[in-house]
């Protein structure tokens, strides 16, 4: 029998005290019910970065490998810092590594992110706001931008998104961070004219599109904080975490049977 393929759970890191742990939770949740083995890895701020990940699983025997990429969009991370992790993974174990599509941004996410909401709002949200860490690629915030509107078709409800950081102009115009989410959300609870008299607007939900926590979203979870006391209902997610099992052990599949979207990286094989 076939020794089922390691599972590389990649994230971009952080400096938050809780973040690798969270990543470490993914992967150990995939390993768990008899799952592949997976071990974590990170681009920055950890010394488990994705070759060091690569060697412990080549020392342990393994030959090949494949990388999930923990990434929404097709940003800077995915298309650059990526594949060049890859490259230094097989260069230095001459292991077979293969990278799947990462979690995106299409309809298992849309479905799960609609669920979560329902969750945090007894079933009534009033609308659905995503905050992201945003790109300076205007393509990727995008991206998002379709994806809260999926979440919200998902729920009926309007669907927006926010991003924390973002190009400078946008920033000049106060279209990204704390603030602006903040003022998202308040125009997102001002009452509808056009609905029935009778039907009262749930709260506004608002979810974190981060997998492990982080200061740019406890940042904007405090600006929130402020909001229910001047009468305006909001409800925050938190960051997604072992949620996303279900989406990494997708992609690692698609990347292992060639039934990745084309031109995906899940269809690329570093060697």
């Known amino acids: ?156 409800v309007a669907g927006s998104a926010v991003v924390a950081t973002g190009a400078p102009a946008a920033r000049l115009r106060g279209e990204v961070g704390p603030a602006a989410l903040v003022d998202r959300v308040r125009r997102s609870a001002a009452p509808d004219r056009s609905a029935a008299p009778d039907r009262s607007a749930g709260p506004t939900v608002v979810l974190p599109l981060f997998v492990a926590p982080g200061t740019l979203w406890e940042r904007a979870v405090e600006a929130l904080d402020a909001l229910p006391a001047a009468g305006v209902p909001v409800l925050t997610g938190a960051p997604l975490g072992t949620r996303v099992v279900p989406l990494v052990r997708e992609r690692a599949a698609a990347a292992l049977t060639g039934t990745a979207p084309t031109g995906s990286p899940g269809q690329r094989v570093a060697s």
């Open 1 to 156: 029998m076939t020794a089922p393929t390691p599972v590389i759970c990649l994230a971009h890191g952080s400096r938050h005290p809780l973040a690798d742990g969270v990543v470490g939770d993914i992967a150990r949740g995939l390993t768990a019910a008899g799952g592949p083995p997976a071990a974590e890895a990170f681009l920055d701020f950890s010394p488990r970065t994705p070759l060091n990940a690569a060697r412990m699983l080549a020392a342990a025997g393994h030959d090949r490998a494949v990388v999930v990429p923990l990434l929404f969009t097709s940003a800077f991370h995915m298309t650059e810092d990526v594949p060049a992790a890859v490259r230094d993974m097989v260069r230095g174990t001459g292991m077979d590594v293969r990278c799947a599509a990462g979690l995106g941004t299409g309809p298992d996410l849309a479905r799960l992110l609609a669920g979560i909401a329902r969750e945090l709002a007894a079933g009534e949200p009033g609308a659905v706001v995503l905050y992201s860490v945003g790109s300076t690629r205007p393509g990727a915030n995008a991206a998002v931008g379709r994806l809260a509107r999926a979440v919200g078709a998902e729920l009926g």
